[in-house]
């Protein structure tokens, strides 16, 4: 058979096979024309071994479900992301609710900070101070200490953490001030 009448007599019912799991007509066309591309570009049609007509529908299968196992990835990262979202708002939402302006002094503020940056572990605390109050880039910390720049950020990070749990009424004075 000549993939040309072959190509004739089976793309309509195959695009409207792939149709009826991708949802989208433009999904199953491209499904439809990729196949179609690979058909002749591996010259299936000229072996006379193949059931042409079973190759064809599995190959379609296949890229369906290559196709919704992507769409159902891209969901789920959507979703994930909106997860994320939702409790980044509800964090600073609830933290600019309970947010305590009520200090007497820079010295109160300072005494806050000193307090959560004493509740540190020794080794995190000196790279949190090197970072955010002197100032410093990850690597020349990294180069100072002699550790690797993941392990900076992997302890700027547990800062953070620990730094946002101790300031919890005062999470917008700790955004303010570390934030660069």
């Given at each position: 058979?000549?993939?040309?009448?072959?190509y004739i007599?089976?793309?309509?019912?195959?695009?409207f096979?792939?149709?009826?799991?991708?949802?989208?007509?433009?999904?199953?066309?491209?499904?439809?024309q990729?196949?179609?591309?690979?058909?002749?570009?591996?010259?299936?049609?000229?072996?006379?071994?193949i059931n042409?007509?079973?190759?064809?529908?599995?190959?379609?299968?296949?890229?369906?479900?290559?196709?919704?196992?992507?769409?159902?990835?891209?969901?789920e990262a959507?979703?994930?992301?909106?997860?994320?979202?939702?409790?980044?708002?509800?964090?600073?939402?609830?933290s600019?609710?309970?947010?305590?302006?009520?200090?007497?002094?820079?010295?109160?503020?300072?005494?806050?900070?000193?307090?959560?940056?004493?509740?540190?572990?020794?080794?995190c605390?000196?790279?949190?101070?090197k970072?955010?109050i002197?100032?410093?880039?990850?690597?020349e910390?990294a180069?100072?200490?002699?550790?690797?720049?993941?392990?900076?950020?992997?302890?700027?990070?547990i800062?953070?953490?620990?730094?946002?749990?101790?300031?919890?009424n005062?999470?917008p004075?700790?955004?303010?001030?570390?934030?660069?």
């Amino acid at each position: 058979m000549e993939f040309k009448s072959f190509y004739i007599t089976w793309y309509s019912r195959v695009k409207f096979f792939a149709c009826e799991y991708v949802f989208s007509e433009e999904d199953a066309e491209n499904i439809t024309q990729d196949v179609f591309a690979d058909l002749y570009q591996k010259k299936i049609i000229e072996d006379d071994r193949i059931n042409l007509v079973a190759y064809l529908f599995t190959s379609v299968k296949n890229k369906c479900i290559d196709h919704l196992r992507r769409k159902l990835l891209e969901q789920e990262a959507k979703e994930n992301l909106q997860k994320e979202f939702d409790l980044s708002l509800r964090m600073k939402y609830d933290s600019l609710d309970a947010f305590d302006v009520e200090w007497k002094s820079e010295q109160q503020i300072g005494t806050l900070i000193e307090n959560a940056l004493n509740t540190l572990p020794e080794r995190c605390r000196e790279i949190f101070i090197k970072s955010k109050i002197e100032g410093k880039k990850q690597r020349e910390i990294a180069e100072e200490l002699g550790i690797s720049i993941k392990t900076v950020e992997n302890q700027i990070t547990i800062a953070y953490k620990k730094m946002r749990e101790e300031l919890k009424n005062c999470l917008p004075l700790l955004l303010f001030l570390f934030s660069n």
